[in-house]
């Protein structure tokens, strides 16, 4: 049985002040009922590292650069990250692809170097509204996959996917439970077709996930949590979602 995750994506919100509200919060609740990650901007791995020493919940990245190391003026390593007890990093969220025009095999790499490093990628695919009504969506998700399959290997049982249709990140426009049920489907059986070993990776769920909708998401046979945007900035319904986890397929 797949262990449920929820990771929050908090973006580029927070302060020192609005953090320590929130993460305390996230610390004094009960001990939660799936794995819990939240992925803070860079500047405050720190501040999150020392706050959620020894909770059970782990401390995560939004992005970490392609290169190693190098002369790379603003960019954070997968290593670097890892100094600050980072066991995740988000890579390829569809904002980092569509903004900082980062392609497939960008976000392969970034990959590569985050399992290189210790940590579990969450690796982002979605297609965009006019590909769903064009009758892309398989194409293009399947393209984003398999650039991240063919780099990885055998690799790709250790990172977890995130379906994360673009028209429904930020917008309050939720797939509902059976699209992404058919999405995550798809997904998993084009990982399993890699690399039989991946029949158990990890795939969530993001876009408009609020706390009166995980549950029937989280429910689904083949999502196994979420990645939440807007809803992990509140302590009140990121915990609500995260209990939503419970619900199980
Ligand atoms: P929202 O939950 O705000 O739609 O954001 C989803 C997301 O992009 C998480 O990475």
Redo the contacts with the bound molecule.
Sequence with gaps: MRRKMV???W?MHGSLAANKVLLDALVAAPAPVCDVVV?VPGPYLAQAQGLLAGTAINLGAQDCSAHEQGPYTGEVSANMLRDFACGHV?VG???RRASFCEDDSTVAIKAQRALDAGMTPIV?VGETLEQREHGQTEAVVGTQLDAVFMLLGQRIHQIVL?Y?PVW?????R?ASPMQAQQVHAFIRQRAIRHHSNAVGIRLLY?????PDNAAELFAQPDIDG???????LKAADFLAVVDAARFSA
Excluded: P, Q
């Excluded at 979420?226 to 992990?232: E, K, P, Q, T, V």
């Design positions: 990771a929050g994506n973006k992925c988000i969220h569809s904002e982002c995130a994360e429904a990140i930020g917008t309050g939720t993001g876009g408009s996930v609020k979420g990645l939440i945007g807007g809803a992990s």
